[in-house]
Nanobody, 128 residues
Framework: QVQLVESGGGSVQSGGSLRLSCAAS????????MAWFRQTHGKEREGVAA???????SYTDSVLGRFTISQDSAKSTLYLQMNNLKPEDTAMYYC??????????????????????WGQGTQVTVSS
């Protein structure tokens, strides 16, 4: 019943910005943890950013200071503002969510296996 739909991906030059959105539906739990992951060909999904039910956030080191994860007050839409994009950021970006409590800053917050619900992904391509 829970559905996550990503949008906002595209092609951008190095140094540019993109804002990804993840629209959530069918999610009625009062506790929600959400995160963004990315994956390139032949590699495992990498946790990019996470936000827990308290609104606390965590980021992987490679995007710290450049990416910002946020959500609306109803927690129906998750965002990932990506600034100063680099070619290394090129990947398929996925939105993920879970009804359990996943505390930001913990190892679990950026682990794919912690999240039950996933979107279809949106491609981000950064050219030099």
């Amino acid at each position: 019943q829970v559905q996550l739909v990503e949008s906002g991906g595209g092609s951008v030059q190095s140094g540019g910005s993109l804002r990804l959105s993840c629209a959530a539906s069918g999610y009625t739990s009062s506790t929600v943890s959400m995160a963004w992951f990315r994956q390139t060909h032949g590699k495992e999904r990498e946790g990019v950013a996470a936000i827990d039910s308290d609104g606390d956030t965590s980021y992987t080191d490679s995007v710290l200071g450049r990416f910002t994860i946020s959500q609306d007050s109803a927690k129906s839409t998750l965002y990932l503002q990506m600034n100063n994009l680099k070619p290394e950021d090129t990947a398929m970006y996925y939105c993920a969510a879970d009804s359990s409590t996943i505390v930001a800053g913990t190892q679990e917050a950026l682990m794919p296996d912690e999240y039950r619900y996933w979107g279809q992904g949106t491609q981000v391509t950064v050219s030099s």
